[in-house]
């Protein structure tokens, strides 16, 4: 790898050269399994999870046992990090045992404060902020459809969120047209469009941010996620965020108003509400179980990439 990785943080941490190479590194795996079944021979994992999870801990915990290596999860039971101990003692009795922790936390400073004080690799596996095994995954899927990644043009519709965040800068670092669609004040933090615009400027990117779903444009591809985070279902709440997200239901309208072919969600999908029954279906468009999969392919390749950089190029 042109610079090696240390830990797997967030998607503005990494060089475009580090993405490729991890990209590429997926699909090989992904088509050679049995090349990379010893990689991780005699490594374990600790997986920490403060959030239900279903596509993560499947795809952490098979996709470990596929490369020869050891998994451990750690649930809701122990708490939420920083409470019943602090995250720098969490961090070191984990270095203790484990060569690598992969945390799915409600916050960022959780990662950063894991990643500061372990002595072993640290994999991001979703915060409020980042979600860069899904952004990972998710250009894997767009390289196997597309011949070439810097001629696609990529939109995301629906709540400014980590999955978003994740999306547009790994697409401005890889050099990916990409164009956010969220309604007035659903959109990402000043930082993150700063951040992303910085990225775009230096990959020669255009990042474009817009309230007005008519101005989505031309596009490839188009992917959205639900309006409802994991936690936020208060019966209220919902009903005001389904009256101002309807215009921005991803449909088959959408698709063809925007000429676009392929459809994205990294689900748990809330049919009918961000998108139709009828789109996330229908295997003419629908890649959202290539991309479930593509999950355990891309992890395996930052698990292989920290852990057993020699077999990572």
């Known amino acids: 790898m ?9 998607d503005d941490q990494l060089s475009k050269a580090q993405i490729q190479q991890l990209i590429e590194l997926a699909i090989k795996i992904k088509n050679n ?20 999870s279903l596509r993560t801990h499947v795809s952490f915990d098979m996709g470990i046992a596929k490369l020869g290596g050891h998994s451990l999860y750690l649930g809701q039971q122990n708490g939420k990090l920083g409470e019943r101990e602090r995250v720098s003692d969490y961090a070191k009795n984990l270095s203790c045992y484990a060569d690598a922790i992969v945390a799915r936390v409600f916050e960022n400073s959780a990662i950063e404060g894991l990643a500061e004080h372990a002595s072993v690799p640290v994999v991001n596996a979703l915060c409020d902020l980042y979600h860069p095994c899904q952004a990972l995954a998710d250009f894997i899927t767009l390289t196997e459809k597309f011949s070439d990644l810097s001629k696609v043009k990529l939109a995301y519709v629906g709540d400014g969120n980590n999955v978003s965040n994740s999306l547009m800068l790994m697409a401005a670092t890889l050099g990916v047209d990409f164009t956010l669609v969220c309604p007035q004040g659903y959109g990402p933090s000043e930082e993150m469009i700063n951040k992303t615009q910085t990225l775009a400027s230096e990959s020669g990117a255009t990042f474009t941010f817009t309230s007005n779903i008519d101005a989505i444009g031309s596009q490839d591809a188009i992917y959205t996620d639900t309006w409802v985070s994991m936690g936020d279902e208060d019966a209220s709440k919902k009903v005001t965020i389904l009256e101002v997200f309807t215009p921005y239901q991803v449909n088959h309208e959408l698709m063809a108003k925007a000429g676009a072919s392929v459809v994205m969600h990294c689900q748990p999908a809330h ?16 890649v959202v179980f290539q991309e479930a999969e593509n999950r355990m392919w891309g992890q395996a390749a930052v698990l292989v990439s920290l852990l057993n950089p020699a077999l990572a190029t």
Do not use: C, R
């Open 2 to 10: 042109s610079k090696m990785l240390n830990n797997f943080l967030a």
């Open 33 to 52: 399994p049995a090349d990379y079944s010893q990689t991780l021979a005699g490594k374990s994992v600790a997986m920490i999870f403060e959030k239900p």
């Open 271 to 286: 049919l009918e509400e961000e998108i139709t029954t009828a789109l996330f279906d229908d295997e003419n468009y629908s």
